[in-house]
């Protein structure tokens, strides 16, 4: 029996609908392979909402995620917006949104393919065989805690304050999201605070370690982030699944994605309680290739293999897109980003194409 899923999509700004195109495309052969359907739903997002609506989210948006199973975002922002004030930027939209759906989890893997171990900055040795998952709190920690601002003292001097805070509830809940990934995983979750020097570590670490008596099949242990941070570049193969808060994920996954080479080949995942994800490439916007057909619709399409096992609970078809990716890619095909001498350059429509070819021939 078919089973419907309602899907959003939101291509955004620069290559964002040139990528999500492809996905598009990808989602609807596989869709055909395993009896999915999909109901795919179009909104703006980004600049390109504010260029229509005056605002970076609009309600309608918003309304739309929520109503479906999954939504399914490209990119958001470029130079042209840089000049507006905060509130209605781009990265607004991706923040409200990240709000309006209470996605309080995000997941970012950096996972090593063979095809491209040598585009990597670090050693072969040291990187083969790297597949570690970033669990980073999303919606709390040192960019929502409160007070928050630029004040002017007594003595009419300006302070920048920003407050890093966690209650015991949210430690708890992006807790039991990573021990359940570490599960679906290698069984071993890092949970990386600073402890030493933070007393709002120091209760992340008390958290963590609670919770890790109701899963007695994961072996928990604990870094410091400055070690952290050493440990992903001297040894990242002792990683599996990593839990940490929203300023510290945001540099580690950026550290853990390079390990791989190139950013242009990583999905993400941002979950909540309940409701739909939001599964994204972490990639930005790249305006400078906007509409040249040169942009890597790779992590899109894997992103949109992250909502089908994540969101959609169908690991298969997810599996499906993986193994058909490693394929592509170990028939030579790459796009500009991911080029190496001998291989065979192909554009974002091209590539995309290639692997339809793959997944079609089941």
């Known amino acids: ?39 795919f739903q179009t909104a703006l997002i980004g600049g390109a909402a504010i260029d229509e609506t005056g605002e970076p989210l609009p309600a309608a948006t918003l309304d739309t995620c929520r109503n479906s199973d999954a939504v399914l975002l490209a990119a958001i922002g470029g130079y042209k917006w840089d000049s507006l004030p905060s509130h209605l930027r781009p990265e607004a939209g991706l923040l409200g949104l990240r ?37 980073r709190e999303l919606t709390g920690g040192i960019y929502f805690g409160k007070p928050k601002g630029i004040f002017t003292t007594e003595t009419g001097e300006k302070r920048g304050v920003n407050t890093m805070v966690y209650s015991e509830s949210e430690i708890d809940r992006i807790g039991r999201v990573a021990f359940e990934t570490a599960r679906k995983r290698g069984g071993k979750l890092c949970s990386v605070d600073k402890a030493n020097v933070l007393e709002v570590s120091q209760l992340w670490r008390e958290g963590m370690t609670k919770l890790a008596s109701e899963y007695p099949d994961i072996e928990l242990s604990h870094l410091y982030v400055d070690n952290a941070a050493m440990q992903l570049v001297r040894a990242p193969k002792q990683f599996d699944t990593i839990v940490t808060g929203n300023l510290f994920g945001d540099i580690l996954s950026d550290a853990a994605a390079m390990l791989t080479g190139s950013i242009g080949m990583l999905p993400s995942a941002s979950l909540g309680a309940s409701g739909p994800g939001v599964f994204e490439p972490v990639h930005g916007s790249a305006p400078d290739i906007a509409g040249q057909d040169k942009a890597n619709p790779l992590a ?39 080029m190496s001498e001998g291989m065979n350059l192909l554009g974002c429509q091209a590539m995309g194409n290639a692997l339809i070819q793959i997944l079609k021939t089941k």
Request: aromatic fraction near 6%.
């Open 1 to 39: 029996m078919t089973q419907n899923y309602r899907i959003t999509l939101l291509p955004g700004d620069g290559i964002g609908p040139e990528i999500m195109a492809v996905a598009v495309d990808v989602l609807k052969v596989v869709g055909q392979q395993f009896d999915l359907a999909f109901d």
């Open 99 to 135: 709000a309006g759906l209470e996605l309080f989890a995000n997941l970012r893997p950096a996972k090593i393919l063979p095809q491209l171990i040598d585009a990597s900055t670090l050693k072969r040795e040291v990187v083969e065989g790297v597949d570690i998952m970033v669990v």
């Open 300 to 338: 899109q399409i894997l992103s949109a293999a992250m909502m089908l096992r994540y969101a959609l609970n169908q690991p298969e078809a997810a599996d499906y897109i993986e193994n058909g990716v490693l394929q592509v890619l170990q028939q030579g095909d790459r796009t500009g980003d991911i």
